[in-house]
């Protein structure tokens, strides 16, 4: 039977996994992962890629990697074969070492990154390997915190959603990482395949697919892809100035939210710590802006 196709998005976000053969375990020591992180460096320098988050657990990996215009596939099929040679060596041993293709999901909105990057980070919380994320020392999350450095790893197009300043936007990343979760949110995601038999990727340029009628977002990612869109902070949006661009941005925030139906008005003056009346009549004011 043909493998589906795979649909390739210049610029895409993909949360990638690829499971040891058989759910077996993919390191032996400590090392090996050291080996892993090498080998996917080279890879996303090769192919132009960018990794915003990963998880190296024990039988599977997680990662959310950004491509360019080498698909996808470039460097996942890079990072498997390679990895899985040098283990076959060490191990004097042949066949599969991980399961014959990695699965991969299209980020459909950006705000959606935030959830992915918790969900990536409290993998081994969830596994009950560790009590805290920082207690797991093969993932991203260290690097988000500022206690590794690993340049191969990107945070700041993520961290940026959390505040234009660094120190602020990592405690706004630990509060956020905290906080409990929607996991619903990240199983309901359209999958990458889509439904033509291919064995490469397809590319489509310049769009991206909409997100489905049940994928759902929270008000703080909608405040945090305001910040994104819109280049404030979420100091800024909370704090008492009175400059004319802010008041457009709460109201975006304020109408989109309602439009969406992500909160209600009230929900988001409370966030914003505004009121309600200010909130609706910037939105009366500026409503060629509110798209």
Not at 99 to 104: D, F, I, K, P, S
Not at 234 to 247: I, P
Request: net charge positive; aromatic share 10%.
């Amino acid at each position: 039977m043909p493998r589906r196709l795979r649909v390739h998005v210049p610029g895409g976000f993909y949360h990638v996994t690829l499971r040891g053969n058989h759910q077996r375990d993919i390191f032996i020591v400590d090392s090996d992962r050291h080996l892993l992180n090498t080998i996917v460096a080279r890879a996303l320098e090769k192919y132009g890629a960018q990794l915003h988050a990963y998880c190296w657990m024990k039988n599977h990996l997680h990662l959310l990697m950004r491509v360019d215009t080498e698909p996808l596939g470039s460097p996942m099929r890079q990072i498997a074969a390679e990895f899985a040679r040098a283990m076959q060596r060490k191990l004097s041993t042949t066949g599969h070492y991980f399961e014959r293709r990695y699965h991969a999901k299209l980020v459909v909105f950006d705000a959606y990154l935030m959830q992915l990057v918790r969900y990536i980070h409290l993998n081994p919380v969830r596994a009950c390997v560790v009590a805290d994320a920082v207690d797991f020392p093969w993932s991203s999350h260290h690097v988000y915190i500022g206690a590794r450095d690993e340049p191969w790893v990107c945070t700041d197009f993520v961290l940026r959603m959390f505040g234009t300043e660094r120190a602020k936007a990592v405690a706004a990343y630990l509060d956020f990482i905290s906080s409990p979760g929607d996991d619903a949110v990240l199983a309901e995601t359209p999958p990458v395949e889509a439904t033509l038999p291919a064995d490469d990727e397809n590319t489509v340029d310049n769009q991206r697919p909409r997100a489905s009628a049940r994928s759902r977002q929270t008000l703080l990612e909608l405040i945090a892809e305001a910040c994104q869109r819109f280049e404030v902070s979420r100091d800024d949006l909370e704090s008492q100035l009175r400059d004319a661009y802010l008041v457009k941005v709460r109201a975006w925030i304020a109408f989109q939210a309602t439009k969406r139906r992500v909160a209600t008005l009230a929900a988001v003056a409370r966030e914003l710590h505004r009121d309600e009346a200010t909130l609706r009549y910037a939105m009366r004011a500026y409503p060629q802006e509110m798209e």
